[in-house]
């Protein structure tokens, strides 16, 4: 690496950004106008006349200008043309589509749909976890497809647009270009159900995306033909597999999946649990390929060319070919795509003998990336990506300039023996490479933990560490790959080594995530803040610095930098991680705060979060049928959407999965005070009790046990009052001995009921009659929980069902002669938030366009 070192330090140090150099970088002024336009369209939406309008007003204002003589004021017309055609292009790419496009059909039911399409990607193995209501371990798969006709009763109609396919079973053998007819069902992408959630539906819309179709079996995908016209497309998704292929061989089964991720870019058959150590410990992005794996794989690249004496325009050419087709080959994801580019336009500018500008050349690729699909702008891991490597350009780490060293001291040097000289360049290297790393950890912090939520203290030190194994298992990956199929003997060989250096990666992975106080789980900053810190971080990096910040300092360590930046910055980063627990205290220091509370939307599942009017939390309920992690992750983002680090009383209702089978995994993410059971659960033997009653004991959480009768003030004017069960229980299932908790605030009061139905159901109903004005409907909404005779005993005003169909919707509606609003579903309007004081009841469902 120490040629590609010395090349780019000659190149950086003739383009050294001066006093003034930030002022004369054309594109990256550029890229900010065109961000900003799509940016402004994606929130705003005024149309597309508007848009062409404002550009015909920017570049008549270049126009005139120029030819008037005002070179500097006819750069902000230019400035406006630009960011006006990206906002206009951002607008065609996100609101027009075909009129005989299929998601224009998608509802958020399943219908049952017969189309024919062309695969646009070989069928990969997807997780269970990102199917809904896929449930157990059954394998799955998916891939993408381009509509081309659809059937209407027996007519075949035209039909366009981009779509996810998936299925059960083992993936077909198809390939990208292969024409399929699919029997299938056509459902629109869910937007978020919940606060917090990850909205899949607008990730899938910047895809050009709008629905999914399930197949049930592999035999409702039928092969019309096969594609026999060339395409490269179809040569990299064959190349792609024959490379899986061979790591799958060669790596072994303990280490493939993970060799294919980091090489490949191909996450999907890498087990969730695995994924979650990297994202503690706060090494995400080496699971993800982005500059630094290239980085890497050129370097050696070109240590090779540089020992084969091959000539300099072939070594350039080389290079470059390298990156775009190990940037096609990996998926033409962002990160990869910027760090291809970038080493394109370096070696341009080296083959051309002239200064390649950094910023300009990073901005220039992130054009490229909006031109191509300019949703980019708002995807975190393209943010990621261009901030990591837009702070090490902006703070001179990038240019890996150094201080001219002392002569005597360079002296004093050489007169060293080699092992104490190489030692200390390869220290002085560690020391910079972390540096690096500390500086790029701080800028992405906020970020992070505005998407993540995760504050990973184990990653400062641990990505410093993780180079050597990750060197290794990229070479010998990549050497698997090239001559894995022509000589098995040797592709085994560098399978081994490759196996080897994943197996420490993940070790040294895997030890720095059970390291106590190593990362913690905390609500992520608010939108506001993230635009404040950037915005600081941009004038710091564009501030002009001054020659005096360039003194002389120890050879070979970075050059020194204002220190009231730095200092800045990092109290912004120690703000990003208290601001939002900070904002909810302030808030709840009104004493007048309504009773809020909301029911998530778990599918098949129950989980709610009462607010109090202190600021303390109660959490009835925390599961789902299907991935407990993912019920987990559900339940995390919306407390951390409400800035929540603590839960003061988790109440657990019955010894039913979906009730409970979260509570472990959000046991580890917060602090709890209390869990809150009925007598009948602690005397369950089953296997899932057990597992959930090791989970409590592990965390040292006191467990107390409600029963009828029980009466507890959780706030100033708030009382929670226990109906059922009595000490023994009843005779019964798990549902029938199902706490029952009445929660009044102000004379306003919600009934949460779990599943009680049976026995249960009859012992509560004899109970006097108690007007609710919100009522959780017993089991799920379910008939066999006599929803009429519950109705006439509670009479609330507002009825709430959680559960994953909405069959029982309609049911309700009918039973109670209510309108639309009284009676909601979480499985068609997502979570349910009611607020409730002395004045009134506010009751709304997330997804309620009026929200």
């Not at 730095?566 to 309504?594: C, I, K, Q």
């Not at 909301?598 to 991935?627: I, Q």
């Not at 009522?775 to 959680?802: E, K, M, Q, T, Y």
């Not at 009284?822 to 004045?839: K, S, Y």
Request: hydrophobic share 50%; net charge positive.
């Amino acid at each position: 690496m120490g040629a590609w070192e010395r090349m780019v330090t000659a190149d950086t140090e003739r383009n050294s950004m001066g006093a003034a150099g930030w002022r004369h970088q054309p594109l990256l002024w550029t890229c900010l106008a065109t961000g900003l336009g799509v940016v402004l369209d994606r929130q705003t939406g005024p149309g597309l006349p508007v848009w062409i309008a404002a550009g015909a007003v920017g570049a008549g204002w270049y126009v005139c200008l120029w030819w008037l003589g005002w070179r500097r004021a006819s750069a902000v017309g230019l400035l406006l043309a630009a960011g006006s055609v990206a906002a206009a292009w951002h607008h065609v790419d996100w609101r027009l589509f075909g009129d005989d496009d299929l998601g224009r059909a998608a509802r958020p039911d399943a219908r049952p749909v017969v189309l024919e399409a062309i695969i646009l990607e070989s069928p990969r193995r997807a997780p269970v976890a990102e199917i809904p209501g896929a449930g157990g371990a059954e394998e799955r798969w998916r891939t993408a497809v381009r509509v081309k006709q659809v059937r209407d009763g027996a007519v075949w109609r035209p039909a366009s647009g981009l779509a996810r396919l998936t299925g059960s079973g083992a993936p077909p053998k198809l390939a990208a270009g292969d024409r399929v007819r699919v029997f299938g069902q056509l459902q629109a992408v869910s937007p978020a159900d919940n606060p917090g959630a990850v909205d899949y539906a607008l990730l899938a819309r910047g895809q050009r995306r709008l629905c999914l179709i399930r197949a049930s079996h592999v035999g409702a995908v039928e092969l019309r033909a096969r594609s026999t016209a060339w395409s490269a497309s179809r040569y990299l998704h064959w190349l792609r597999g024959h490379c899986h292929a061979l790591l799958r061989r060669h790596v072994g089964p303990a280490r493939c999946e993970l060799a294919a991720t980091l090489l490949l870019g191909i996450r999907d058959e890498l087990p969730g649990e695995r994924t979650e150590s990297f994202l503690m410990t706060g090494t995400m992005h080496v699971l993800a390929i982005s500059g630094l794996h290239v980085g890497l794989l050129i370097g050696g690249l070109w240590w090779v060319a540089r020992w084969l004496t091959l000539p300099r325009v072939m070594t350039l050419l080389l290079v470059v070919g390298f990156a775009l087709f190990y940037a096609a080959l990996s998926g033409l994801r962002p990160p990869v795509m910027r760090a291809a580019l970038l080493v394109a336009a370096w070696c341009e500018a080296r083959l051309l003998q002239r200064p390649a500008a950094a910023l300009n050349t990073l901005a220039g690729s992130a054009l490229v990336l909006i031109v191509m699909r300019p949703s980019v702008v708002f995807e975190t891991g393209a943010q990621l990506s261009f901030l990591a490597v837009a702070t090490l350009v902006g703070w001179r780490f990038g240019s890996w300039r150094t201080v001219a060293a002392d002569p005597l001291r360079q002296l004093v040097d050489q007169a060293r023996p080699w092992p104490v000289r190489w030692l200390r360049r390869s220290l002085a290297t560690w020391v910079r490479l972390w540096w690096r790393g500390v500086v790029v950890w701080l800028v992405s912090l906020p970020l992070v933990l505005a998407r993540f939520h995760v504050l990973s203290l184990s990653g400062v030190l641990l990505n410093a560490v993780l180079w050597p194994p990750l060197v290794v298992s990229l070479f010998a990956g990549l050497l698997t790959m090239l001559v894995g199929g022509l000589v098995p003997g040797l592709g085994w060989l560098c399978g081994r080594v490759c196996d080897g250096g994943l197996w420490c990666l993940e070790t040294m992975v895997d030890l720095a995530g059970r390291v106590p106080g190593g990362h913690h789980w905390l609500p992520g900053p608010p939108t506001w803040f993230l635009l404040l810190f950037y915005t600081v971080w941009a004038t710091c990096v564009l501030l002009p610095r001054r020659d005096a910040e360039s003194a002389a300092g120890a050879p070979g360590w970075p050059v020194a930098f204002s220190a009231w930046r730095t200092a800045l910055l990092l109290v912004l980063a120690a703000a990003s991680v208290v601001v939002s627990p900070a904002l909810r205290s302030w808030e709840y220091r009104r004493a007048d705060r309504p009773l809020r509370v909301t029911f998530l939307a778990m599918g098949h599942g129950t989980s709610v979060l009462c607010e109090f009017s202190d600021g303390r939390t109660l959490l009835y309920d925390a599961g789902s049928l299907g991935d407990p992690a993912g019920a987990a992750r559900t339940i995390a983002q919306a407390l951390w959407a409400r800035g929540l680090l603590r839960v003061d009383q988790l109440v657990i209702s019955h010894a039913d999965a979906d009730h409970y089978n979260a509570v472990p995994e959000l046991l580890g993410r917060f602090a709890v005070g209390q869990v809150w059971v009925a007598p009948t659960l602690l005397r369950r033997t089953d296997e899932g009790t057990w597992a959930l009653r090791r989970g409590i004991g592990a965390t040292g959480v006191p467990v107390r046990c409600l029963v009828a009768g029980d009466r507890r003030q959780m706030a100033e004017r708030t009382w929670l009052a226990v109906l059922h069960p009595p000490p023994d229980g009843v005779a019964g299932s798990d549902n029938a001995n199902s706490l029952v908790l009445r929660i009044t605030h102000q004379g306003r009061s919600v009934l949460l009921t779990g599943d009680i139905e049976g026995n249960g159901l009859e012992a509560m109903l004899n109970l006097p009659p108690l007007a609710c004005d919100v009522l959780l409907a017993p089991h799920h909404g379910s008939r066999h929980s006599r929803p009429d005779d519950v109705l006439r005993w509670a009479r609330p005003r507002f009825l709430v069902i959680s559960g994953g169909r909405t069959d029982s919707l309609e049911q309700m509606r009918r039973i109670t002669g209510w309108e639309r609003g009284r009676v909601l579903h979480t499985a068609q309007g997502g979570a349910v938030i009611a607020e409730l004081d002395r004045e009134s009841v506010r009751v709304r469902a997330w997804r309620d366009p009026r929200r």
